[in-house]
């Protein structure tokens, strides 16, 4: 599964709580799935 690292001060963060997309911490950085990430931007175009 491809991840994106994000940082917790970073707006994407916010969508990401937002709809609830799973994510998981390892150290002081923050992975989220990649596809689901880019559906959430590819839908609201």
Not at 7 to 36: D, L, M, W
């Amino acid at each position: 599964m491809a991840m994106n690292r994000i940082q917790k001060t970073c707006a994407i963060y916010k969508h990401i709580r937002k709809y609830s997309i799973p994510t998981r911490q390892i150290g002081n950085f923050v992975y989220a799935p990649k596809p689901e990430i880019n559906q959430l931007y590819n839908a609201k175009k």
